[in-house]
Nanobody, 122 residues
Framework: VQLQASGGGLVQAGGSLRLSCAVS????????IGWFRQAPGKMREGVAC????????YYEESVEGRFTISRDNAKNTVYLQMNSLKTEDTAVYYC????????????????WGQGTQVTVSS
């Protein structure tokens, strides 16, 4: 079971990035997927999550309206489109898989990817 997060990088404030979480070793349609981030000295926090069917989505308040989570079960990939990026979005972003429908709580997740760095400059 593997999750591979990619798509991070350096971008100016106001710019956009799209993160991808590719899963292998299990069928994506059996899992809820979440994106979390962790900045230096801070705890890992939930950013967005999506249910197995894609019908239910949750967003952390500070990213609501700027970030969009989506999934393509046929491609075994979940995406996080990040627009209007702010310097405070700088963090390592992780994707996780959970058997719970959708959760913004890290302890609910069974599997994690390795993380991808997002750096937003002013």
């Amino acid at each position: 079971v593997q999750l591979q997060a990619s798509g991070g990088g350096l971008v100016q404030a106001g710019g956009s990035l799209r993160l991808s979480c590719a899963v292998s070793g299990f069928g994506l349609d059996g899992y809820g997927i979440g994106w979390f981030r962790q900045a230096p000295g801070k705890m890992r926090e939930g950013v967005a999550c999506i249910s197995r069917s894609g019908d239910t989505k949750y967003y952390e308040e500070s990213v609501e309206g700027r970030f969009t989570i989506s999934r393509d079960n046929a491609k075994n990939t979940v995406y996080l489109q990040m627009n209007s990026l702010k310097t405070e979005d700088t963090a390592v972003y992780y994707c996780g898989a959970t058997t719970v429908v959708a959760s913004m709580v890290a302890s609910a997740y069974d599997y994690w990817g390795q993380g991808t760095q997002v750096t937003v400059s002013s």
